[in-house]
């Protein structure tokens, strides 16, 4: 079972701030929290990743709160091409690295 | 660099028939690994392979084999076609190295429908 709760849907304006929410309540020490997305009927697209301090790259921005327990995905100006299907996975650094996908959170941008 | 491909893209198959589905890897990552992606549900993996060798598995029925060749792209093999096994296929490429982890990069998917 997935070891992340997301909300299964969000609206958001286009050009605003798109802030994604997740909890991962029983995430263990040495476990990852990773983001993907799935724009419709594509494959998956890796985000970002972090494991307790805040990440940014080019495409966003990830808040793990300071218990890990939750974490906020965070899409700075949100355009059209940004809605999609976006998951949060919790996995281990094991060589195995296998990834158990929830339901993610289905996010609308709208002009 | 080439990416993640898939083949084929479509694919309609009957109950009981068997279907081979083909994954090339990204350039450079020797790590495959396989989900299944039914409508409106998250991926759920199957099973990977590195460097040919089964390296962990999902929930799956024997039926569901695999393999990975030397260049390290990938098949997967399902037999005795059922009607729920109708889904995305989704292959993902990665490299494994140490504790250090590489993000997987997805194909485009096959999509089997099993009438």
């Known amino acids: 079972d997935a070891k992340t709760t997301q909300p299964p849907s969000m609206d958001c304006a286009e050009g605003r701030a798109a802030n994604l929410p997740c909890n991962h309540s029983?995430?263990?020490?040495?476990?990852?929290v990773y983001w993907y997305r799935q724009i419709h009927s594509q494959g998956p697209q890796y985000i970002i990743h972090g494991l307790k301090n805040n990440e940014t790259n080019e495409m966003a921005s990830l808040i793990i709160t300071e218990d890990r327990k939750s974490s906020t995905l965070i899409l700075p100006h949100a355009t059209l091409r940004d809605t999609a299907v976006y998951y949060c996975?919790?996995?281990?650094?094991?060589?195995?690295?296998?990834?158990?996908w929830g339901l993610g959170t289905s996010l609308a941008v709208n002009p | 660099e080439t990416g993640v491909t898939q083949s084929p893209t479509h694919l309609i198959k009957t109950r009981g028939q068997q279907v081979t589905l083909r994954c090339s890897s990204q350039?450079?990552?020797?790590?495959v690994s396989w989900y299944q992606q039914a409508l409106g549900q998250g991926p759920q993996f199957i099973f990977q392979y590195y460097r040919e060798e089964e390296n962990g598995r999902g929930n799956f029925p024997p039926r569901f084999s695999g393999l990975q060749f030397p260049n390290y792209s990938s098949e997967l093999n399902v037999n005795a076609l059922e009607l729920d096994d109708s889904a995305l296929y989704l292959c993902?490429?990665?490299?494994?190295?140490?504790?250090?982890?590489?993000?997987?990069?997805f194909g485009p998917g096959t999509r089997l429908t099993v009438l």
């Open positions: 029983t995430i263990s020490g040495n476990e990852y």
């Open positions: 996975i919790v996995t281990n650094a094991g060589n195995n690295r296998k990834l158990i």
């Open positions: 350039s450079g990552h020797n790590t």
């Open positions: 993902a490429s990665s490299s494994l190295a140490g504790e250090s982890y590489n993000e997987q990069f």
